[in-house]
């Protein structure tokens, strides 16, 4: 007997999203080593345990000075001052600067009691222990204690993904350990008899299985921790003991191929009779057949096998339903407006996606279609940088503004 959620004739992508959202796993915390914090989620709020710079320093290789002193210094006038002092990074000054002296002191230094400015080198002449001032000194060559951070200031939110930066600022900060979201495991399993993996001959009606590998790619650039597994034959004996297996190793699983109408669309069989599907079906182009529910606990995504309805799905669907659920507020999507060269046909009802190339020319930002857009020309991903996001109620001739969600 069909599920009744089967009936469901064709839900928005904005519907699908809160169906998905309604089922959570359980998220974990662990602490990590800040090197071990790239492209990680935190999970509590980060403050700085110092303040940044600790102590106030120079900008410059020069001479710390009295400002007053150094006024009246030109090209043609230069003023003297004697030399007190060396200080270099990581090395405290000694000695107190007073009217008529001068420290020399390297980027990084920190100032000397009674300096209130730098003169940088180049503006300077040393002759036999003093140095001659060509003009006058600079106090903003002075970076001031804590005007980068302060103690205790909020620096990082919880739900930050970890970009190079912040991990640095971490550092910056005097974290060496973080806690983070514990990584997911997500399995894939690709269906279809045709499917064999590269680098075996290929044989006559067989193709080479790509879907696993752009999944495991997207997963990992995410954060989270891709179970690629061989692709199974259209057997619903064989996908049972998949899914499993998968149900016990993973906290989400992905399927691919296999949830349309046709006769072997053996992942839509079978959740229907063993599984719970909580919706079939997006306006969406390409991609439209998902499917999503669950296999006994576990969260399951069946994505169409077209190579790019299944890419497209996974980033307008699943990547929103895993930021979600980890209150992740990253990676940041890189949706940008730029200007059509050409027609695009809008679709009733249904949000259509197609591949667009995004170039910066004298214009501002252009897009364009370039290549063939077929579902299953995974080509189409590699010769445009961007998705095109084309709602139905607009009309998208030459030169309208387009949103472009950048690859
Ligand atoms: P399906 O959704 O199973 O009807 O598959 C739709 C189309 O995608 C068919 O042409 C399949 O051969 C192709 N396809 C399915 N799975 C994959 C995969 N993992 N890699 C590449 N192509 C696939
Ligand atoms: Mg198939």
Redesign the pocket.
Same mark, same amino acid.
């Given at each position: 007997m069909p599920h009744p959620s089967i009936s469901n004739y064709f839900i928005s992508l904005n519907e699908a999203k809160s169906l998905s959202q309604s089922i959570k796993i359980p998220i974990e915390e662990e602490e990590v080593n800040i090197e071990n914090s790239y492209n990680r989620i935190l999970s509590k709020d980060v403050y700085s345990l110092v303040n940044d710079p600790p102590f106030d320093n120079s900008s410059m290789d020069g001479y710390a000075v009295i400002f007053s002193d150094t006024i009246s210094a030109t090209q043609e006038n230069p003023i003297e001052l004697e030399i007190i002092d060396f200080i270099s990074a990581g090395h405290p000054p000694i000695k107190k600067l007073t009217s008529g002296s001068a420290a020399k002191i390297m980027t990084g230094a920190p100032i000397p009691e009674g300096a209130d400015s730098i003169i940088m080198i180049e503006k300077t002449k040393e002759v036999d222990g003093k140095v001659l001032l060509y003009c006058p000194s600079f106090p903003n060559y002075i970076r001031l204690k804590g005007e980068n951070l302060t103690k205790n200031e909020l620096i990082l939110e919880k739900g930050t993904f970890l970009t190079p930066h912040n991990i640095g600022l971490l550092a910056t900060s005097g974290h060496s350990k973080i806690s983070v979201i514990k990584k997911l495991k997500i399995s894939i399993i *690709?269906?279809?008899d045709?499917?064999i993996p590269p680098g075996l001959e290929i044989k006559k009606g067989q193709?080479y299985? *790509? =879907? !696993?590998y752009v999944l495991e790619g997207l997963i990992k650039e995410i954060g989270h921790i891709p179970i690629r597994k061989k692709?199974i034959p259209d057997s619903i004996e064989k996908l049972r003991i998949e899914l499993n297996n998968a149900a016990l190793e993973s906290d989400l699983i992905i399927t *691919? +191929?296999?949830? !349309?109408m +046709?006769d072997l669309?053996i992942v839509r069989k079978l959740m229907e009779t063993e599984g719970e599907i909580l919706f079939w079906r997006i306006k969406i182009k390409p991609g439209s057949p998902p499917l999503f529910g669950l296999w006994g606990e576990t969260p399951l995504f069946g994505l169409? +096998? =077209?190579?790019v309805s299944s890419s497209v799905v996974f980033q307008m669907l699943i990547n929103p339903w895993l930021k979600y659920i980890t209150n992740s507020k990253g990676p940041k999507e890189k949706i940008i407006k730029a200007k059509l060269t050409e027609e695009i046909k809008n679709k009733k009802d249904f949000l259509v996606f197609p591949r667009v190339l995004v170039e910066n020319n004298e214009e501002g930002l252009i897009a364009y279609t370039k290549t063939h857009q077929g579902s299953?020309n995974l080509r189409s991903l590699t010769t445009h940088n961007g998705i095109a996001i084309i709602y139905p109620h607009i009309k998208y001739e030459i030169n309208s503004q387009i949103d472009v969600l950048l690859l």
């Open positions: *690709s269906t279809g045709e499917l193709i299985e *790509s =879907n !696993s692709a *691919s +191929g296999g949830v !349309s +046709g669309d169409p +096998g =077209n190579p299953g």
